[in-house]
T-cell receptor
Framework: KQEVTQIPAALSVPEGENLVLNCSFT??????LQWFRQDPGKGLTSLLL?????REQTSGRLNASLDKSSGRSTLYIAASQPGDSATYLC???????????FGKGTTLSVSS | DTAVSQTPKYLVTQMGNDKSIKCEQN?????MYWYKQDSKKFLKIMFS???????INETVPNRFSPKSPDKAHLNLHINSLELGDSAVYFC?????????????FGNGTRLTVT
């Protein structure tokens, strides 16, 4: 059974810092991995999607990496801003047609 | 334009009542989902429909019954509500067979059972 773990559960940093959020999964046979952002009282917004054949994806200040063999992904946020404050969720899809399995998220707080 | 919309946003009701949550997507996606986010913020899949056909049904009490009148709508009906049903319910959609297309979520329905 696939399980997704995110560490740390919460993180507070000053503005301008570079930071890394970690995600691990127990079954390396995945179809893709997605990172989402959730703001309080809102739905989830997709940030990055990495296919199983890819090693990383980049969007602006965000970079996500995938190491299937070790069951790990990282989300790197460069030059953090207060607007980055949110909960970041990692999710994996086992195969096409199956649902995403989510981690419990990392709640990030960036202070100005 | 809201891509995935859910109504109502908030729902407060008493134990034993029956309630429905509606979801509509205007993205032309074939697949729709219902997820439950509990008080610890853990998101768990409940159901998935593809072109009005149920394809995923996790271990969910049969008091929960999804209904898909067409591929743009997936409603969730809950009978005999219990305190433990209090949570935020998210609807989501995705296109079928498009590998690099992420899931699109609605803003959630916060259900409180008293």
């Amino acid at each position: 059974k696939q399980e997704v773990t995110q560490i740390p559960a919460a993180l507070s940093v000053p503005e301008g810092e570079n930071l890394v959020l970690n995600c691990s999964f127990t079954d390396s046979a995945i179809y893709n991995l997605q990172w989402f952002r959730q703001d309080p009282g809102k739905g989830l917004t997709s940030l990055l999607l990495i296919q199983s054949s890819q090693r990383e994806q980049t969007s602006g200040r965000l970079n996500a990496s995938l190491d299937k063999s070790s069951g790990r992904s990282t989300l790197y946020i460069a030059a953090s801003q207060p607007g980055d404050s949110a909960t970041y969720l990692c999710a994996v899809k086992r195969q096409a047609g199956t649902a995403l399995i989510f981690g419990k998220g990392t709640t990030l707080s960036v202070s100005s | 334009d809201t891509a995935v919309s859910q109504t109502p946003k908030y729902l407060v009701t008493q134990m034993g009542n029956d309630k429905s949550i509606k979801c509509e997507q205007n993205l032309g996606h074939d697949t729709m989902y219902w997820y439950k986010q509990d008080s610890k913020k853990f998101l768990k899949i409940m159901f998935s429909y593809n072109n009005k056909e149920l394809i995923i049904n996790e271990t969910v009490p049969n008091r929960f019954s999804p209904k898909s009148p067409d591929k743009a709508h997936l409603n969730l009906h809950i009978n005999s509500l219990e305190l433990g049903d209090s949570a935020v319910y998210f609807c989501a959609s995705s296109p079928r067979g498009v590998r690099n297309s992420p899931l699109h979520f609605g803003n959630g329905t916060r259900l409180t059972v008293t």
